[in-house]
């Protein structure tokens, strides 16, 4: 792995990065598949004066769900490495000249955020000659994503994206209050914004705590998965919980669905190795 406090070694990894992600969006673009890049090929250029200062591990794109068939054969004509394939979690890794991407078709595991991939792109940007998530989006992806690493995990990376994107001069707290209620993770948001405020002392984010709910939304929930977090934050328990954040209780059954067909699969090719 690239040293992430070596700047000429960052410089050169984003470099290779922002390589592959052109060649992957050519090809994938002639297939017909619209691809979103997130996170840190995009926070990087976005958030920091200089790309290396955002240390990245990989490409991270979005696609709609129905064409991760499409990509696994673009894959495979352009003789790309297929590192992993969870359709349960409409998610592949591939390997492109050397830079690890990251492809999957949901914003968070599925059934966690109503947001869709498809209603991003709707509200995409372009930038750097690609589309962008636009702003507010892209801030409540990150949200899912630090929440779904159960905050205590999430790399020092990704909360610092959280830190910076709250700060931008076209950030609006009410607007991404409103995105959380649309994607039906108000919960989820408040609990990310709460943890930002209190254990970093970040004010912008008590700000977006106090546009989400002046309460703890759905108090229970919380508890129960702050306790399961404190005792075995890797444990099932904490695994399952956060799996169950939508606010719309209808959404549930179809994340916890999807996990336990993730955790099947692992178990059974674990055996067969």
Not at 71 to 83: C, F, I
Request: glycine share 6%; hydrophobic share 50%.
């Amino acid at each position: 792995m690239v040293d992430p406090e070596d700047p000429r070694a960052q410089a050169l990894l984003h470099a290779a990065a922002d390589h592959v992600l052109r060649l992957v969006i050519a090809r994938l673009s002639e297939a017909g598949v619209r691809v979103l890049p997130v996170k840190g090929v995009v926070t990087a250029h976005l958030l920091y004066d200089e790309p290396w200062q955002r240390p990245i591990a990989d490409v991270d794109l979005r696609i709609a769900p129905q064409h991760l068939a499409r990509v696994r054969e673009v894959a495979r004509g352009a003789g790309w490495k297929e590192l992993a394939w969870a359709p349960a979690y409409d998610n592949i890794v591939l390997e492109v000249a050397g830079i690890m991407v990251d492809i999957e078709g949901t914003v968070g595991p599925p059934g966690l955020c109503a947001l869709s991939v498809e209603q991003m792109m709707s509200r995409a940007l372009r930038a750097d000659g690609h589309d962008v998530p636009e702003l507010h989006d892209h801030a409540l992806l990150l949200c899912v994503n630090a929440f779904k690493d159960k905050l205590i995990d999430a790399s020092a990376w990704s909360v610092e994206d959280l830190v910076r994107i709250v700060r931008l001069p076209t950030f609006d707290a009410s607007t991404l209050a409103a995105r959380a209620r649309e994607a039906r993770v108000v919960a989820l948001a408040w609990i990310v914004a709460n943890w930002l405020a209190t254990s970093k002392g970040d004010a912008p984010w008590a700000i977006v705590r106090e546009r989400l709910s002046r309460r703890p939304p759905r108090a229970i929930y919380q508890q129960a998965l702050g306790s399961a977090i404190a005792s075995a934050p890797h444990g099932y328990a904490a695994r399952l919980l956060t799996r169950v954040a939508a606010d719309d209780p209808r959404m549930w059954w179809g994340a916890l669905r999807r996990a336990l067909a993730w955790q099947a699969r692992v178990t059974i090719l674990g055996r067969r190795g």
